[in-house]
């Protein structure tokens, strides 16, 4: 082989392996944004039922 179809093959593979890494790295960032946005909502859903009036917690008066 040829110096210079090694060095092709090596700079294809690097960049196969880059794209890969910069893929999964936009996931991963996609995935913790949703993760992160979903216990925001739960989190204002759940004192959203606190203040509530039907929410499951009953306040008697005396």
Do not use: F
Not at 9 to 37: F, M, P
């Amino acid at each position: 082989m040829d110096g210079n179809v090694v060095t092709n093959l090596h700079l294809a593979l690097a960049y196969g392996v880059l794209s890969s890494i910069e893929e999964n790295w936009h996931k991963s960032k996609e995935d913790r944004l949703t993760s992160s946005q979903q216990g925001e909502a739960l989190t204002i859903i759940g004192r959203s039922a606190e203040c509530s009036p039907s929410g499951s917690q009953s306040h008697s008066r005396s």
